[in-house]
């Protein structure tokens, strides 16, 4: 077995015995053992009783988080002429049409959101097996594909995080940066919850939201009281 370090003995040892805290104890919790050298994410894990091989039960949606996730989001934005000039007005860091699938084409990805206007997406189409398994597929059901470029740009940048059920049922999302104020993260937590309570599909059978989890970057992870972190 691999010899830990004093870090993260310490951090296990400042965990053990913690289970299904508070939202506020948690946040308190992860903040206090957030020591890499970098300012780590606070990341958010939920395990959800759905079976996303079944197409009604697909748990997928956006949000807006109050206080923003502290990272700077690279935007990309498949579009041509006047929505070109909007997209790079309002901030997006990529604008193209057939130059940009080249390049993504090319292996080159230096992007975390992809936008595209509706008539783009016979060109984004043929990027699917690219963009899918990173979830950078534009979807209209979370205002990627759109006609209001500018707007989804601003968004992007905003602190919107998009979600979507991978295998197995699990949620997994960013949720803002060690550094923040407790009451902040807490605040973006509870939006995050409610934000994947409300895409409940019609199809999840029994219990929705089995396990929360919180932790950093580089810290263990603790869970959360399911009942406390869903309450408005």
Known sequence: MAKLGKRTRAAREAFAGKEDISVEEAVALVKANAN????????????LGVDTRH???MVRGVIGLP????KTMRVAVFARGAKADEAKEAGADIVG????????????????????????MPIVGRL???LGPRNLM????VGTV?????????DAKGGQVQFRAEKGGVVHAGVGKASFDEAKLVENIR????AVAKAKPTGAKGTYMKKISLSSTMGPGVSVDVAAASAE
């Not at 890499?36 to 395990?47: G, M, R, Y």
């Not at 534009?138 to 059901?141: A, D, G, L, V, Y």
């Open 36 to 47: 890499a050298k970098f300012d780590e994410t606070v990341e958010i894990s939920l395990n």
């Open 55 to 57: 197409a009604d039960q």
């Open 67 to 70: 206080n923003g996730t502290g």
């Open 97 to 120: 049409a057939e130059d940009l699938m080249e390049t993504v084409q090319g292996g080159t990805i230096e992007f975390d959101r992809c936008i595209a206007t509706p008539d783009m």
């Open 128 to 130: 699917g097996k690219i």
């Open 138 to 141: 534009p979807n209209p059901k």
């Open 146 to 154: 759109t006609m209001d470029v500018a707007q989804a740009v601003k």
């Open 191 to 194: 939006a995050f919850v409610s």
